[in-house]
């Protein structure tokens, strides 16, 4: 009981200094009512702690309180941001920023409160003048020759949350040692440092003449212009589940050619309540019920949704049987990058330097794909600015066509440098558009890559360890690991042993270094069977992940169900021995 007295005074103190004129009327009111209200629940969790800037920027539910997204958390992390960029671009004439935002509440208030805040400090904003998607936020930093860019959103977390993502002058979030930097100059910030007072002449309203631009690229990715051609009546449902998406999908959709496409009418409301959905993630299958809804009724022969900020994409499509089935993000990958391989070499636009990426966690039959065409393929840590640095790393030299990840994001192109649904959502059109020319469906594409490279199915596991004894229970976890590696899972013999944190690898008792940029909690065993195992520790949640990949084999399109019922044993299996 001390204990939570002592909680409450600590942050009863600190919800008083919001008391002060430093702070405007409606947050002092909004402090006043937590104060006075004998329930101390929501007072402790806004004020229990800062919102932390991490690599990523700030992620929070919004609300008065310096554990909260509001316009002083917000204009701490821009004041930090500024400090650091009039620091490392001392040489430079005039310092500029692209800001973007999503249909979040909020999300316009942030982008021109950090506008002002940046404004103030002398550097040049480009703002765009209503919501955009993500990607094109990371094009308007080259396209216009920023130093640095923000983006006000929080992807698809729930609707009470927002979130202020920062991003360098290549249009990639954020790497070290920049990273660093600002975070070292955000944690100094008190709201007296916070420069408010903008500077107007130094905002440029930005819209329509970008949008232009991105679209123009987005379709220079094209491979089969013919096969769409072909097949313009290809009939698409999409809905962007209130976000950005439908400012430019529809329209890219249209420029690439097809003539076809029925946008949810309900969730093209632009809205950050998220009226239609219980959390607007294309991942899960509810988020699709209205689009799935509307593709039965008009027969449809592909469903795609992208987040509310448009860099990922969801999609499903028919099985076999005719019944609507939802892909998964690995699967996702692996139909794109199979796609852009194949037929580009089939079309004759490979120059014999190109390179593809994935994550470590992403399918390995990604890998035999590339092997089989003799196409570069890098592995890289888990987040988009991972695979832009390896973009970044080959400028010039090598030509990026491809990567992505297992959490339903891809990047087609160099001209972004995040994940990227506009895109996706265009190529994954042409995609169903070839299948279809070729008598086929994206399914039928699906199993054709398994029948020739080999099933695979994919699983996470999250084991959620709540708490300070559940964050020293997943140390334990890891360090049990480490110590006492799995000589055997599921039945097979661990043959590969990879460790990025000692960024060792032991393949079949021989030891060797792995190249990455920098360590990371990360174990990952390889079995003689071909399952993949890697475990991670969550860097934003109590939990610990397992990914779990297994293989098999797929005769035919009729042998899928046999071959999924094989793999849930097996992953059963797998689980069993890892106890999780």
């Known amino acids: 009981m001390e204990t939570n007295n002592e909680l409450i005074q600590q942050v009863t103190a600190k919800a008083q ?3 002060s ?23 402790i969790e806004a004020f229990y702690r800062d919102l932390e800037f991490g690599t990523g920027g700030l992620r929070g539910i919004m609300g008065a309180g310096s554990n909260r997204m509001n316009i002083y958390t917000v204009g701490a992390a821009t004041q930090g941001f500024a400090n650091y960029l009039l620091r490392n671009f001392k040489d430079r004439d005039q310092i500029s920023v692209a800001i973007g935002y999503d249909c979040r509440n909020n999300s316009r208030l942030f982008a021109e409160k950090s506008a002002d805040i940046f404004t103030a400090n002398g ?35 729930p609707r009470e949350y927002n979130g202020y993502k920062a991003y360098w002058e290549d249009g990639a979030q954020i790497l070290a040692p920049h990273d660093k930097g600002i975070i070292d100059e955000v944690s100094k910030m008190k709201v007296e440092d916070i420069k408010f007072k903008g500077n107007k002449d130094l905002i440029t309203i930005i819209g329509e003449d970008v949008d232009k631009v991105y679209l123009e690229k987005v379709k220079s990715i094209c491979i089969d212009p013919e096969a769409i051609k072909r097949q313009k009546d290809l009939s698409i449902v999409y809905t962007p589940l209130h976000g950005t998406g439908m400012m430019l999908i529809p329209q890219s ?28 993630n294309p991942e899960n299958a509810e988020a699709l019920t209205l689009a799935i809804n509307l593709a ?24 076999k049987e005719g019944e609507w089935v939802l892909i998964n993000g690995n699967q996702t990958c692996l139909i794109f990058l199979y796609y852009i391989i194949t037929n580009r070499i089939k079309l004759g636009k490979m120059k014999g330097n190109e390179f593809i990426v994935k994550t470590i966690v992403t399918t390995e039959v990604i890998r035999q794909i590339a092997d089989k065409y003799g196409i570069e393929m890098r592995d890289c840590y888990t987040g988009f600015k991972w695979i832009a640095r390896e973009v970044r790393l080959s400028e010039g030299v090598k030509q990026y066509i491809g990567g992505g990840e297992e959490s339903y994001g891809f990047m087609a192109q160099d001209f972004v440098r995040d994940k990227d649904a506009v895109s996706a959502c265009s190529l994954l059109a042409e995609i169903c558009a070839w299948a279809k020319d070729n008598g086929k469906t994206l399914f039928d594409v699906l199993m054709d890559i398994y029948k020739e490279y080999g099933f695979s199915k994919e699983y996470t596991v999250n084991v959620v360890k709540p708490g300070k004894t559940g964050a020293e229970e997943i140390l334990a976890m890891m360090t049990n690991f480490r110590n006492n590696p799995p000589q055997e899972i599921g039945g097979s013999k661990v043959v590969v042993t990879k460790d990025y944190k000692t960024l060792k690898m032991v393949n079949h008792g021989v030891e060797s270094s792995l190249e990455m940029p920098e360590t990371s909690n990360v174990l990952q065993w390889f079995t003689e069977d071909g399952t993949k195992i890697s475990v991670r520790p969550s860097g934003t949640e109590p939990k610990i992940k397992f990914y779990i990949e297994v293989k098999g084999k797929l005769e035919s399109a009729e042998a899928y169900a046999a071959a999924n019922a094989a793999a849930d044993k097996k992953i059963a299996a797998v689980r069993a021995s890892l106890n999780i």
């Open 17 to 19: 200094e919001w008391l």
């Open 21 to 43: 004129p430093a702070y405007d009327k409606q947050t002092q009111a909004e402090v006043r009512r937590m104060l006075e209200d004998e329930d101390k629940t929501n007072l």
């Open 123 to 157: 550097i040049k904003v480009y703002l765009f003048d209503d919501m955009r998607p993500t990607p094109e936020m990371s094009f308007a930093i080259r396209y216009l020759g920023c130093q640095a860019g923000v983006n006000i959103t929080a992807s698809h977390n």
């Open 253 to 280: 959709l249209k420029l690439w050619g097809f003539e076809n496409v029925h946008c949810v009418p309900e969730q093209m409301v632009k809205s950050g309540d998220f009226p239609t959905v219980v959390s607007p």
């Open 296 to 319: 039965k009724r008009i027969d449809a022969d592909i469903v795609m949704a992208s987040d509310p900020d448009a860099d990922r994409v969801g999609m499903a499509c028919k099985n």
